[in-house]
């Protein structure tokens, strides 16, 4: 799997409140989740994003409540994938489970670059730097729950 | 090799004799648990993905406490889908108003939860529950809808870090004081996808409220669960609500830790976390002239008997300041009734508060206690991210119920040492 996008990016600590202030979660409905998607923290968001669009963070993104509403949230907004210098662990797995892409890597992206993250060879390309990096790929495990489309499939399958 | 007490429990839990840190694992699960704002989510997955049968109608837990009493027609619909569930499913731990609390003082209170337990939650706080001994965490309702169907889920194995409590806690200066120095020192990922095991002489110093506080708090840190040994104070407390048998872990001697912290419980001060995260704490030292709006005092982390003992003890006979709104939060139906029946609700309601039925509710700025753009609120709850509590213009500090509650006869952020 290829996605090439381009960077809307965002610091540190990114938390799940501001992906999706909580004042939202009367709702579990993907599409009217994904209109106040990172709105406490950037109100043009919804307007600016294309589909296909990268999200990158720095630090422990996606930290704090455990609600599924965020990814599903960023995803539902067009993103194709989060790139992020490391990620809080429930984010993490809720991605995993819910078929949201997402790579750890720590190399220099810059809001607006056209990157492209190959998920077969574990290499991210900076179309517009022209800088070049790896991640490391998921265990097998993991990537059997992404194969079969997210966590109930895999566990269904087997 | 040597283990951890998470990752003994964790293997017990797999069948395996042994595991290793970044092991992924598959493994049983004792209790699953889902509130009004998760459990929807997760409903519609177990649904659409063509389950029929939950594993076990006795293990799992819905608590409708994020969003009720209902604040409005969403809330009340989505609540209505866990409700018609769990009718459906003849789920035995269905706790609806009237019955419910904040699930996680709920969950110990009855009993639900015990020693050597494993533990899933669709709520990050899960990982209260380490404070009896048990392995528990927050995950999201993917993982719930699969432990719902499964009884299972899975873990990476995490390693740990140490926290070598000695001394005895000063005066006023309780489990929330004690969290947040630690989230101060080690940040808000400090102790991203680790265990934190409390372990030493001061451990027997914390009463199993500070530490249902500190292990709360464990995710603050970024931590994946948080746990305490078991102890005389914690096999009482068990024995007194719960008839399940607890099955008591101990970490290996020579069990291996990233990192150890030694923590002298006596040095800790009343500790203020500013905004916007959690790992922002100032003492009274570095404090100033902070004028407050508001003061919470409930939830998941500050809700219990004991939290609201010592707000009684400084409110007694006092007056909240004029212009500052103080709302109490009891986290359950027993705690609301034990403050009514001894005394404790009248001296709130003299001294100028507010009393309202167990919810979550501004903690997460759902309801029951919303800001307006440029106000500040104090708080014993857990987050002070960005519009946490409401306008995105807004402030939250977190702190004790101490330092709550002297703060609410004063209208700014004071301490309670001295009063």
Redesign the interface.
């Known amino acids: 799997m290829k996605i090439t996008g381009k960077v809307i990016k965002y610091g540190d600590n990114v938390d799940t409140d501001v992906i999706i202030p909580a004042r939202y979660l009367n709702t579990s409905d993907p599409k009217e989740l994904a209109c106040h998607c990172m709105e406490d923290l950037d109100k043009t968001f919804v307007k600016r994003v294309q589909k296909g669009d990268i999200m990158v963070g720095g630090y422990n993104f996606g930290c704090g409540s455990s609600r599924e509403h965020a990814p599903i949230a960023i995803k539902e907004s067009g993103i194709a994938c989060v790139i992020a210098k490391s990620f809080a662990r429930i984010f993490y797995r809720n991605s995993i489970n819910t078929g949201l892409a997402i790579v750890e890597y720590d190399g220099d992206i810059n809001e607006g670059d056209m990157v492209e993250v190959n998920f077969d060879t574990g290499v991210i390309k900076n179309l517009t730097t022209g800088v070049e990096g790896t991640f490391p790929p998921f265990p097998e495990f993991l990537k059997n729950i992404i194969e079969k489309g997210g966590l109930l499939p895999s566990m269904k399958s087997n | 090799m040597a283990m951890t007490m998470s990752q003994k429990i964790l293997a017990s839990h797999a069948g395996k004799d042994k595991v290793v840190a970044g092991e992924?694992i598959m493994a049983d699960l004792d209790l699953v648990l889902g509130n009004d704002?998760?459990s929807?989510?997760a409903i519609?997955?177990?649904e659409?993905?063509?389950?029929d049968c939950v594993f076990n109608k006795d293990k799992i837990a819905l608590v409708m406490d994020?969003?009720t009493p209902n604040?409005?027609i969403?809330?009340a619909e989505?609540t209505k889908i866990v409700r018609d569930f769990a009718g459906k499913k003849d789920i035995t731990h269905y706790y609806d108003v009237g019955e419910m609390g904040v699930e996680h003082a709920l969950l110990p209170e009855k009993g639900l939860v015990v020693a050597g337990d494993l533990v899933i939650?669709?709520?990050?706080h899960?990982c209260t529950y380490g404070a009896l001994g048990a392995f528990s965490t927050?995950?999201?309702?993917?993982?719930m809808?699969?432990g719902m169907?499964?009884g299972?889920a899975?873990f990476k194995v995490p390693s740990a870090i140490k926290f070598n409590l000695t001394g005895k806690p000063k005066k006023w200066v309780s489990g929330k004081d004690i969290i947040l120095h630690i989230i101060g020192k080690i940040g808000?990922?400090g102790a991203?996808?680790k265990s934190m095991e409390f372990t030493g002489d001061g451990v027997k110093n914390l009463t199993i409220d500070d530490r249902f506080t500190i292990c709360n708090m464990a995710?603050e840190a970024?931590a994946?669960n948080g746990i305490f040994p078991v102890d005389d104070i914690t096999l009482e407390y068990i024995a007194n609500h719960s008839t399940k048998k607890p099955v008591v872990f101990e970490a290996d001697k020579d069990a291996k830790y990233d990192e150890v912290y030694d923590i002298d419980l006596s040095k800790i001060e009343p500790t203020v976390a500013f905004p916007h995260?959690p790992s922002n704490t100032r003492t009274f030292d570095k404090i100033g002239d902070i004028k407050i709006d508001q003061v919470v005092i409930g939830s998941c982390t500050n809700g219990r008997y004991s939290d609201f003992e010592i707000a009684a003890k400084i409110l007694k006979g006092k007056k909240v300041a004029k212009g500052v709104r103080v709302i109490i939060i009891p986290a359950t139906q027993k705690i609301f009734l034990d403050m009514a029946v001894n005394g404790l609700t009248k001296i709130f309601v003299d001294a100028g508060c507010a009393v309202s039925t167990p919810t979550c509710g501004p903690c997460?700025?759902?309801h029951m206690g919303i800001l307006a753009k440029g106000e500040r609120s104090l708080a014993t709850t857990n987050?002070n991210?960005?519009?946490?509590m409401g306008h995105?213009e807004s402030e939250v500090y977190l702190c004790s119920p101490a330092v709550a509650a002297a703060s609410a006869i004063t209208g700014k952020i004071t301490s309670p040492v001295g009063l």
């Open positions: 992924l704002v998760t929807p989510v519609k997955e177990f659409k993905a063509g389950c994020h969003f604040k409005d969403k809330a989505q939650g669709a709520d990050s899960t927050g995950v999201g309702s993917t993982d809808a699969v169907a499964y299972k899975w808000v990922d991203l996808y995710i970024g994946k995260l997460l700025g759902g987050r991210f960005v519009g946490r995105p």
